[in-house]
């Protein structure tokens, strides 16, 4: 069990997510894209209008200064030159040529960001540019050709420079933050439903043979080849049911309770933001609760969440280790640690749990210790481990 | 050449033959002199490009203009876009204004932010100045059709950061040699000179650096070793090494040893993002690696006095004396009885002052080490 919680420590003190640059960028993009879709020719003129009503020209700004906003723009351009590119069909690819215009005509950084062209991507764009000159789309041509004459174009080996290992950028393409999207833990990429399926075709097999061996009219296997589980597929699948199903609980709650904390919020977009701030102000609030004077401040969260964290800990078979993959419940049992630390008062100072408390709360503890009545502390001890 | 999974997913490329990327887009582009020149007006090379009138092309440039582009709220001053986001419904906005928030929140959050940045404030980057190629005379213009190179070199490796931090990025041509390369890299060792100075300040000044005394090195590239051989009493650092490696079962590459004066970049084979190794003054080793190879187009500094041009030069600290703490220290002194510490850097005048009396005599026994520090290579 202390093996498991150090390595719950260990865990939790990763890093969080960098932060992405380019957040939202791909979704403004594919909208003005979308629209300019819409309109259903591809003169400049209805791309203008597209790009007017976006006030895609205010995309830069809010960089604090030349190197953010070369940083940002670079990350934006990469992402703007796929719209040009095949499999799009020419629609796509004419607003993609037009939205690459536009913003290479309204950046400001000094020397200008240009775009990054490899062999492959610079042939697919003669080919386009062939088949919209034998059209006689006029604005096509000038355009493509004045971000020629421009210098617009880089042309390179590999579609952004290569650091070294390690520090080359994220991938640009997901630019939603990351606790938005639907992450997929070890536990689904290990079991998903192709690998189950499979799963359950050799168990079927496995079970057919074994009768074969049986004898000619066995209808069950023989006893001493029993030595595997018997519906092992059929708990597996419960097992990781009931995990998804704890998991999505826990999203749920989390999410609901920023939601009536931050009742001035519009979009559900903004409540799914501010939960990622609110991770670090929740902690920092617990923390100066279970810190602070008085001990009825940090009993009232406290029944909460280890009663759920007891349901979570007995209802499963999955073992501890796994359970943390997921940064909620990450935070269910971070939460319970720093209630139930205080009170079971280890003053040895060589435990992991009394090395965390050191380094990141000197001086709270004593004061907190002799404000605390002892017997009221060890009964609530008592009882949390009685509910455990 | 070029790869079936996005760049992003890869540490480094696959093997790249500059000599062959020049030749495939030279086969489909032009980058001969004539496309390098910037033509006066930017309207008639269009209409040559389309094969258009000229009042066509110029209509077409008035509705493709940039009024079609601004939306009407675009600040006049443009530092002001920097300051104020407007109210707009790009998500892009949205969530850089939370982050902006945030910075202003949470101070660690915000340095959190400045240190992980692609590109630091601090650092001096020069920007290539645009230059029209008719006014450089012709034997210092840049041959074309040409390949750029932009190569990082790396600190030392620090055990504490888990990789190492890039401290110049440098652009180099295809047709150079390497060891023009070379001696374009800084480093702080090729000033340092060695020996105790304490009897005689003064002759450090001109004493030989360890630049011009130890003149080997090599740089290590897809396991070959490019020794500098230009002087006769150059040795070739690599023969140990490949002895050793030769003893030893385990390596599977052969090595080979060739002169770097005689190699230009577009003879190599290398891996974008791939770490390489310049080695000189016997130990003092620095990772470089190749972060872009690209053509040579007219925005790129035409004159051969220009390359390798340094494009970026991260900002270093400077070890400050620690008695008046303003100057930067240029003397490191050992088992001295007048200084806190040992070593102890100190600069001229604190270290006259505090350890020669009025005539110039040395006080009690100590040594003094010329000092060189890294903010002294030049910028």
């Known amino acids: ?95 993609g040529l037009y939205l690459m215009f536009g913003l290479f005509n309204t950046q400001f950084c000094i020397p200008p960001v240009k775009f990054r062209m490899t062999l492959q991507m610079w042939k697919d764009a003669l080919d386009y540019q062939k088949e919209a000159h034998s059209q006689q789309h006029y604005d096509i041509d000038f355009v493509f050709h004045s971000l020629k004459a421009l210098s617009a174009f880089q042309f390179v080996a590999s579609e952004s420079e290569m650091y070294l290992k390690g520090s080359n950028r994220r991938n640009i393409m997901q630019d939603i933050p990351s606790h938005v999207s639907d992450e997929v833990s070890k536990i689904d990429a290990i079991f998903t439903k192709d690998h189950v399926r499979q799963l359950s075709a050799v168990d079927y097999q496995y079970q057919q043979l074994k009768i074969a061996l049986a004898g000619p ?55 799914e933001e501010e939960e990622e701030e609110d991770h670090g102000s929740l902690r920092a609030k617990l923390k100066s609760r279970a810190y602070s004077a008085g001990t009825s401040k940090y009993k009232i969260p406290s029944p909460q969440k280890t009663s759920s964290a007891a349901k979570t800990e007995t209802a499963t078979m999955v073992p501890i280790g796994l359970m943390v993959e997921t940064d909620h419940s990450e935070d269910e049992n971070k939460q319970t640690e720093y209630i139930s630390m205080p009170d079971l008062g280890t003053n040895d100072i060589d435990s992991p749990k009394g090395k965390k408390r050191k380094s990141s709360q000197k001086s709270p503890h004593s004061p907190t210790k002799k404000n605390k009545s002892p017997a009221s502390d060890r009964s609530t001890t008592k009882h949390r481990k009685k509910k455990k | 050449m070029t790869d079936s999974k996005s760049d992003n997913e890869q540490d480094s490329t696959n093997l790249i033959n500059i000599q062959e990327f020049l030749e495939k887009w030279s086969q489909i582009e032009d980058f001969t002199k004539k496309a390098l020149e910037k033509k006066e007006s930017p309207l008639e090379q269009i209409a040559q490009d389309i094969d258009l009138p000229v009042q066509t092309v110029s209509d077409l440039s008035a509705v493709c203009s940039l009024e079609t582009l601004l939306c009407g709220s675009e600040p006049e001053d443009k530092k002001l876009y920097y300051q104020v986001i407007p109210e707009t419904d790009l998500k892009t906005l949205y969530y850089q204004s939370q982050d902006l928030q945030r910075r202003k929140e949470s101070f660690f959050y915000k340095n959190s932010v400045l240190k992980s940045m ?62 023009e ?49 230009r002087h006769d009493d150059n040795r070739d650092y690599s023969k140990p090494i490949i002895e050793w490696m030769k003893n030893s079962n385990n390596c599977g590459t052969t090595h080979k040893t060739t002169a770097m004066e005689s190699v230009r970049f577009r003879d190599l084979t290398v891996k974008l993002g791939e770490p390489y190794l310049y080695m000189h003054q016997g130990n003092c080793e620095h990772i470089i690696s190749f972060t872009d190879v690209r053509m040579l187009i007219a925005d790129d500094p035409q004159s051969i006095d220009d390359y390798p041009f340094v494009v970026r030069q991260v900002s270093r600290r400077r070890v400050l004396c620690r008695s008046c703490m303003m100057y930067t220290a240029r003397w490191q002194v050992e088992e001295s009885v007048f200084t806190p510490v040992e ?29 060189a520090d890294t903010s002294s290579v030049q910028c």
């Open chain 2, 343 to 371: 070593p102890c850097y100190l600069c001229d005048g604190c270290l006259t002052s505090l350890h020669y009396d009025e005539d110039g005599n040395k006080i009690g026994h100590f040594k003094a080490f010329k000092f």
């Open chain 1, 217 to 271: 009219n066995a209808k069950k296997p023989d006893i001493a080849l029993a030595v595997i589980q018997d519906s092992l597929i059929d708990s597996l699948n419960s097992t990781i049911q009931q995990h998804q199903e704890r998991i999505t609980k826990m999203r749920k709650r989390d999410m609901g309770e920023e939601g009536r904390r931050q009742e001035q919020l519009e979009n559900s977009d903004d409540e």
């Open chain 2, 118 to 179: 692609k590109y630091n404030v601090n650092d001096t980057v020069h920007n290539p100045k645009l230059q029209n190629r008719a006014t450089i005379p012709p034997e210092k213009q840049v041959p074309t059709p040409n390949v750029v190179l932009s190569i990082n070199i790396h600190r030392p490796y620090n055990f504490k950061s888990t990789q190492p931090m890039v401290d110049q990025k440098i652009l180099v041509r295809g047709d150079m040699f390497l060891t």
């Open chain 2, 181 to 229: 390369f070379r001696d374009a890299i800084d480093c702080v060792n090729n000033l340092a000179v060695a020996g105790d100075f304490s009897e005689n300040l003064a002759a450090a000044q001109v004493a030989p650096t360890c630049g011009e005394t130890f003149k080997s090195g090599f740089l290590y590239i897809e396991g070959t070793f490019y020794n500098d051989f």
């Open chain 1, 1 to 95: 069990m202390s093996d498991s919680e150090e390595a719950v420590v260990m865990k939790r003190k990763k890093p969080r997510q960098p932060r992405n640059p380019i957040a939202g960028v791909k979704e403004d993009l594919d909208s003005l894209i979308q629209k300019f879709s819409e309109s259903g020719t591809v003169r400049y003129e209805n791309f203008s209008s597209a790009w007017k009503q976006k006030k895609l020209s205010m995309i830069q700004s809010g960089r604090q200064d030349q190197q953010e906003a070369r940083e940002f723009l670079e990350d934006v351009f990469r992402l703007a030159v796929v719209y040009y590119l095949p499999p799009n069909n020419f629609q796509v690819r004419t607003g």
